[in-house]
């Protein structure tokens, strides 16, 4: 099915989305409202429809009519402080386009209690709903606790699918693939890998579709040019200067990310070396870092504000008086994203 791209102030109408999904407006309607007599496949296209469209149903009336707004709440753990900002950007907007309120969470500590306790603080709080970012998106604690409490969810990069969720995801492993392919085809052979958090599903799926992309090519990969990184600056500062001090210096650094890549590159000219003359360093998400530094990043493209946006509008749509929250589940809806060419790729030319 095409995709259809609009500008920020362009309104998506539910005229588009039935076209978007190939159903009547009545139907789109229908679907919004869970009322019944809907085949689940048509339910389905039309919320990919939806979540493609970033549609944002104008609730105004119903919410004057019912006299209350609707509050969507967010758990927030993820140490990335542009991530945060993006992810924040595409829910804020969502929920100011919609009349609605967002109602953030900042849960301190990666653990399982501390993921309970932030869900329960939003519940208390009156939630209508909630949207979770990477990790908290993979915290089976938190969905347990919405489930069991019947607030509808929505997860965003998570990497897989729950009955539990709604689910908004990339495909984190045929990207990192593509980017591989991409450095292969410049002639690089000795390409070295920057993994992310053990705990976020991403981090293993880059990491996937890095090595697939190598075993394709037929490429060995050195264990000593795969390194643990956090998704965090200061981890890829570490991580690189590991791979530097390697015995055979690799030609190019794939970052899980592009905090660790903007890392990698602050270390390769701390060492004299040029990118990407002697060494082509690449990321992945596009953060606002990706350009930031200087040659700027070659990075797969990571539409998290979209996400968020689309994670929001989804509970939002299941937030209604007469909404039935199990409707929802499961649904999985992958956003595109796509390899930009920057800087700091370049040909192989690396003497060891």
Known sequence: MAKTRRRNWQTVTIDDVARHAGVSSMTV???????????????????????????????????????????????????????????????????????????????????????????IRLAKAGIAGVILPPPTSAADEILTVFDELKIPVATVANGKSSRKSMDI?????????????????????????????????????????????????????????????????????????????????????????????????GVAHRHGLIVPDDLTIVGFDDSPSAISVWPELTTINQPVSAMAS???NLVLGKAEPNSKSDDALPFDYIHPCHLIKRGSSGPANVVN
Request: hydrophobic share 40%; charged share 20%.
């Open 169 to 265: 995801n990339i495909d984190d492993a045929a990207a990192a693939t593509m980017m591989t392919e991409y450095l292969i085809s410049l002639g690089h052979r000795e390409i070295a890998f920057i993994t992310g958090p053990k705990d976020q599903m991403s981090s293993t799926l880059r990491e996937q579709g890095y090595r697939e992309a190598m075993a394709a090519a037929n490429l060995a990969i050195k264990p000593e040019w795969i390194v643990q990184g956090e998704y965090t600056y200061r981890s890829g500062v570490s991580a690189t200067k590991d791979l530097l001090a390697a015995p055979s210096r690799p030609s190019a650094i794939f970052a899980s990310n592009d905090d660790m890549a903007a890392a990698a590159i």
């Open 310 to 312: 689309s994670a929001f």
């Open 29 to 119: 309607s229908r679907v919004m409202n869970a009322e019944n007599g809907v085949r689940e496949t048509t339910r389905e296209t039309v919320m990919k429809a939806v979540a493609a469209l970033n549609y944002q149903p104008n609730r105004s009336a119903r919410r004057l009519a019912k006299g209350a707004d609707v509050h969507i709440g967010l758990i927030y753990a993820n140490p990335s402080d542009s991530y945060l900002g993006r992810f924040l950007r595409g829910a804020l907007e969502a929920a100011q386009n919609s009349d609605n309120h967002l109602i953030v969470d900042i849960c301190e500590d990666n653990t399982s209690t501390a993921y309970v306790a932030s869900a």
